[in-house]
């Protein structure tokens, strides 16, 4: 079973910078769309940005403009670098893989809380 394996998580200041990562445990060609949730306090599981194999990339209103959502399909890896942070981005970000069998993977989630 492959498994998604996240990094990059954190504090930083607002206005400040941070890149997460996700990477498949193992090689694999099932993997179609891959992107990343949040969920802050008290919150509902909110889409955060999703790209497809072919890098077709769509965004949540409140981060365009400032994430970006890339991927290295040889890799099996997604990123998703945050720029401009704001303290209402705080919250633990899942990673996600939807693979042709219509199934779903997720991440086991990493904290981003942005903070002065």
């Known amino acids: 079973q492959v498994q998604l394996v996240e990094s990059g998580g954190g504090l930083v200041q607002p206005g400040g910078s941070l890149r997460l990562s996700c990477a498949a445990s193992r090689s694999s060609n099932n993997i179609y769309t891959m992107g990343w949730h949040r969920q802050a306090a008290g919150k509902q599981r909110e889409l955060v940005a999703v790209i497809t194999s072919g890098g077709g990339t769509n965004y949540a209103s409140s981060v365009k403009g400032r994430f970006t959502i890339s991927r290295d399909n040889a890799k099996n890896t997604v990123y998703l670098q945050m720029n401009s942070l704001k303290p209402e981005d705080t919250a633990v970000y899942y990673c996600?893989?939807?693979?042709?069998?219509?199934?779903?993977?997720w991440g086991q989630g990493t904290q981003v809380t942005v903070s002065s």
């Open positions: 996600y893989a939807n693979l042709y069998d219509s199934s779903r993977l």
